[in-house]
């Protein structure tokens, strides 16, 4: 249960992080009402996850993830760039999470 938890957290806040960029510096309602609502859940979520999961292993994996996911959006959605420094930084990313985890298990 504290993978989809966790799970839920990331989800949560790449759907703030999104409706942020929807929001035009917090000048469009909707959107900015998204961003709230999504940190909020996000922010209660981890919170969940937290009384179970370690703090390091928890927050690598939600922000490392959710870095992933929204440079994939801007890249796929939102026409940003998809050249050799950005893939290299997201897989540097998710190599960092990778090698936090592994440090844990021991």
């Known amino acids: 249960m504290v993978w989809v938890t966790l799970a839920g957290a990331i989800l949560a806040e790449v759907l703030g992080t999104t409706a942020m960029k929807y929001s035009y510096g917090f000048t469009r309602l909707w959107p900015s009402l998204g961003t709230a609502a999504g940190y909020l859940i996000a922010f209660a979520l981890l919170a969940q996850t937290l009384k179970t999961m370690s703090v390091g292993t928890a927050y690598a994996i939600w922000s490392g993830v959710g870095t992933a996911a929204i440079a994939a959006i801007g890249m796929v959605f939102l026409g940003e760039t998809a050249d050799a420094a950005k893939l290299g930084g997201i897989a540097l990313v998710i190599a960092g999470v990778v ?8």
């Open 99 to 106: 090698v936090i985890n592994l440090g844990q298990a021991h």
